[in-house]
């Protein structure tokens, strides 16, 4: 099994930054690409950023000059770094990763369960 768990939402003003983090532990040989989503109310499921396993990074429109994607491989971690928030930005935020897994030697996509960032005005 892959476990995924994010932290670091809550509740900010337009402006304001946030950093999210992302863990992912368990049945792991190799953490491949990792990506950050995001699911505004109403909305459908959209990619915000994501990091591949040589570190390079590939970011949404919306997320070019304000948000920033980055990963520890030694900590089986991932990062966004939410800056110039804007209320347009409220959504969970989910983290998706593709992993090769040890012992089952498959491969696995695993979404965690997200974590919620809201911008007031």
């Known amino acids: 099994q892959v476990q995924v768990v994010e932290s670091g939402g809550g509740l900010m003003q337009t402006g304001g930054s946030l950093r999210l983090s992302c863990a992912v532990s368990?049945?792991?040989?190799?953490?491949?690409?990792m990506a950050w989503f995001r699911q505004a109310p109403g909305k459908r499921r959209e990619l915000v950023a994501l990091?591949?396993?040589?570190?390079?990074?590939n970011y949404s429109d919306s997320a070019k000059g304000r948000f920033s994607i980055w990963r520890v491989d030694a900590e089986r971690s991932m990062y966004l770094q939410l800056n110039s928030l804007k209320p347009e930005d409220t959504a969970v935020y989910y983290c998706?990763?593709?992993?090769?897994?040890?012992?089952?030697?498959?491969?696995?996509?695993?979404w965690g369960r997200g974590t919620l960032v809201a911008v007031s005005t």
């Open positions: 368990g049945d792991i040989f190799r953490v491949n690409t």
């Open positions: 998706n990763v593709d992993v090769i897994q040890l012992l089952a030697r498959r491969y696995v996509k695993v």
């Open positions: 990091i591949d396993y040589n570190h390079t990074t």
